[in-house]
């Protein structure tokens, strides 16, 4: 590992606990890690992994959730745990927070005051060219899109970050910090790095120039019943020009976006439900959504880092919150190797989400935070 690094990374596909944080440990050299951030497949007890990592790492804060997938420069990964380490030459300052009970009338302000009560200023007083705020949260709470919209209420600073996942087993995830484990709960830090941050945002789809309007939906569930009067089902077909049974095997290469300058927050569709469509997203009743068609993933991230590393010049890090349905279609497409590869040369790390955050809550689209 290079010694002048402020931002190291390391992964292990041990099945063990114990073997894969030794070798997490190894890999990093000997410095003071001031704060490690952890993406581990739900294979692992995780309460048992953050015990073992406050064992290996005892003066260092730790922060990570539970994943569908792992990435690190050059592997993309599945089963094991990725890890990256900041010392104190890259971090100024940073300070963590949980809040729990997502599903229920959660409250912010605790953890607001314990923001302000650290760096020792209100947060609508923040320099957000100067901090930035990262965010994990529950992704079975189904519950992104109020905290989020929360969250952005109350202060003006950029929370980036994704949804925990469990391997596709959608029964429960899991995020850490403080020592301890929660579901139904978020993570939040904010973080000053010393030389700046920039954000990424990636979705590889366009346009298509047909739209949908939802004229009947139900926002806790996330379901569709019509779509410019008609069954969701009927008019999402149509204006595909396939058949209603059809639309199962379209909904990765097709969904739907929010559009915002010219650009889409994209809103995935789970499945069908009856005549209605079930979503990823919340979908906003009235609100016009365009349908996308997609651009190769590999590619399309290849051009928007470049078109970045060019704007911003060298960078000591990359965290990648990337959709899990993004994984798939990689997958499906034998292109894992060739979407890790395109982060060789810095470090990276990342992990299959089950839903991303940036501005909001959003589908298929890969958030990075850049540590310049």
């Known amino acids: 590992m290079n010694e002048k690094a402020n931002v190291q990374i390391a992964y292990s596909q041990s099945n063990s606990i114990f073997s894969a944080v030794q070798d997490l440990k190894a890999q990093f050299w000997e410095c003071e890690i001031s704060l490690l951030i952890v993406f581990a497949s739900s294979f692992y007890d995780q309460s048992l992994l953050l015990r073992a990592l406050q064992n290996s790492f005892p003066e260092t804060e730790i922060l990570g959730c539970s994943t569908a997938g792992e990435v690190i420069s050059d592997h993309f990964l599945q089963g094991s745990i990725v890890a990256m380490a900041f010392n ?110 920039d954000v990424l945002k990636t979705q590889s789809f366009f346009s298509s120039g047909k ?84 651009l190769d993933i590999v590619e399309d991230t290849q051009k928007a880092l470049a078109t970045k590393m060019a704007e911003i010049g060298p960078v000591q890090g990359i965290i990648d919150f990337q959709c899990i349905l993004r994984t798939l279609q990689l997958r499906e497409e034998g292109q894992t190797d060739a979407y890790a590869q395109l982060f060789k040369g810095f470090p990276m790390i990342g992990f299959s989400t089950y839903g991303e955050a940036y501005l909001g809550h959003m589908n298929q689209t890969s958030t990075m935070l850049i540590f310049k």
Not at 124 to 141: E, F, K, N, Q, T
């Open 88 to 197: 104190k030459q890259i971090l100024d300052d940073f300070h963590i927070e949980v809040v729990e009970n997502l599903s229920e009338e959660f409250d912010l302000i605790p953890a607001l005051k314990g923001f302000e009560n650290h760096f020792g200023f209100a947060l609508d007083h923040i320099d957000h060219h100067a901090y930035v705020g990262l965010v994990l949260i529950d992704g079975m709470a189904m519950m992104e899109e109020k905290f989020m919209e929360s969250l952005g209420d109350k202060t003006n600073l950029i929370f980036i970050g994704g949804s925990a996942g469990d391997d596709l087993k959608f029964q429960e995830t899991f995020v850490y910090a403080k020592g301890n484990v929660y579901a139904n709960a978020s993570i939040l830090a904010i973080l000053k790095p010393q030389n700046g941050f």
């Open 211 to 294: 739209h949908l309007t939802p004229t009947k939906v139900d926002p806790t569930t996330r379901t569709v019943f019509e779509f410019d009067g008609k069954p969701a089902a009927q008019a999402y077909a149509e204006a595909l020009g396939v058949k209603i049974a059809d639309l199962p095997s379209l909904f990765m290469r097709h969904p739907l976006g929010l559009m915002a300058d010219g650009e889409p927050f994209v809103r995935s569709p789970q499945k069908l439900s009856g005549e209605a469509l079930t979503f990823y997203c919340r979908i906003v009743e009235g609100v016009s959504l365009t349908i996308l068609n997609p």
